[in-house]
């Protein structure tokens, strides 16, 4: 069917200068561009400075300008700026999930024009450049792009977790202190765990196992009937029990990211974010790139409810210290998907 117009972007994951694996599906809640460039010449060099004489276009906030290389030789010496990021597209997989490849396998020079919803809205040829570029500046800042304010499909559940089990929780978390959390990453692939700036926080993992039963009776009284309601998804299996601690004096966060990307998380269906003290902190709180800068905020023992496959942030904590109880919930199938990729995940990273 080729490139289409209002449809999702195709997504990739692919080598850039920061990244050896780049995932496209974390920059949402900003216009993209992709440049689909030729090999070194003057019609690549008359895109680059058409480029940068909209500069003001381009920053994290607003817009984002990636160029396609398809050289070796350009890409190894590309560096990543504010106006301009770079992806490595030597064999071509890029082009062809954007139609901006020819019979040949050469490149069809192009801009193709990406919405804060991770959505197509259109190309042009290289050289139509500036008229991508106003088309941009008219339809304004990007969480007006949909002239309509966007609500995510989340969903808000009170009274989850009663305030004596939310202090007890919060007391198991302050005795143990909690360990560096780290992210999941999709290595040669093998799920890892990794720790980098990507996420600032601190687990303790539960283990007593009349905790964890209480635990899971509220889960399946309270929030499983209403997921079911809902999402008509009934939730039968529960993965990690922990306490998460976003303390600002580190200013606690985790940014964008999805929570079933890699093949040991891809069982995983909705995740539950389960504020233990909400009245303590100041940020800390849940936001969808994808569906504008709003944020979310359970009150305590409340949780929020949301498909895993959505691109969702905790903002930086900048007051207090926001604990919260986060467990991901599957079903039957899921757990055949997860038995089955158990062999992919590295020991020590379930834990992240």
């Known amino acids: ?31 993209v561009v992709l440049a689909f460039l030729p090999p070194p010449g003057p019609e ?23 160029g396609v290389l398809p050289d070796r030789t350009s890409f190894d010496t590309a560096q990543n700026t504010p106006l301009m990021r770079w992806f490595a597209d030597f064999d071509g997989t890029l082009r062809r999930l954007y139609d901006a490849e020819s019979a040949d396998g050469t490149v069809v020079p192009r801009w193709v024009a990406i919405d804060p919803s991770l959505r ?88 007593d196992e009349t905790l964890l039963q209480t635990l899971r009776f509220r889960i399946q009284a309270r929030l499983a009937p209403e997921i079911l309601k809902a999402f008509q998804f009934e939730a039968t ?20 990211h999805r929570d079933n990307t890699t093949a ?12 233990l003290n909400a009245e303590d902190f100041e940020g800390g709180d849940l936001r969808f790139p994808e569906y504008g800068p709003r944020t979310y905020r359970p009150p305590t023992g409340g949780a929020v409810v949301f498909s895993c496959s959505l691109l969702h942030e905790a903002t930086p904590v900048t007051k207090g210290t926001r604990y919260a109880f986060l467990p991901f919930l599957f079903d039957e199938a899921g757990a055949r998907i ?14 992240t």
Not at 157 to 184: K, T, W
């Open 1 to 31: 069917m080729g490139l289409q117009s209002g449809a999702p972007a195709p997504m990739f994951k692919a080598l850039s200068p920061v990244n050896p694996s780049f995932a496209f599906s974390s920059v949402g809640g900003r216009y």
């Open 44 to 66: 690549r060099d008359a895109a680059l400075d058409l480029a940068a004489r909209y500069g003001r276009l381009f920053n994290d906030d607003n817009c984002l300008l990636f």
């Open 120 to 207: 197509v809205l259109g190309w042009a040829e290289l050289s139509e450049g500036q008229r991508v570029f106003e088309h941009l500046i008219k339809m304004g800042p990007p969480q007006n792009h949909a002239a309509v304010p966007l609500h995510a499909p989340v969903m808000i559940v009170l009274r989850i977790l009663e305030p004596q089990l939310c202090r007890r929780l919060i007391d198991i978390y302050r005795e143990d202190g909690g360990a560096v959390s780290g992210v999941m990453r999709e290595r040669d692939g093998k799920t890892i765990g990794v720790i980098d700036d990507f996420k600032r926080r601190r687990d303790t993992t539960l283990t």
């Open 237 to 256: 299996r529960i993965e990690r029990y922990i306490v998460a601690c976003y303390d600002a004096a580190d200013g606690g966060y985790f940014r964008a």
């Open 264 to 275: 040991a998380t891809a069982h995983r269906k909705f995740a539950v974010s389960i504020n």
């Open 338 to 351: 997860r038995e089955q990729n158990q062999h992919l995940l590295v020991a020590g990273a379930e834990t």
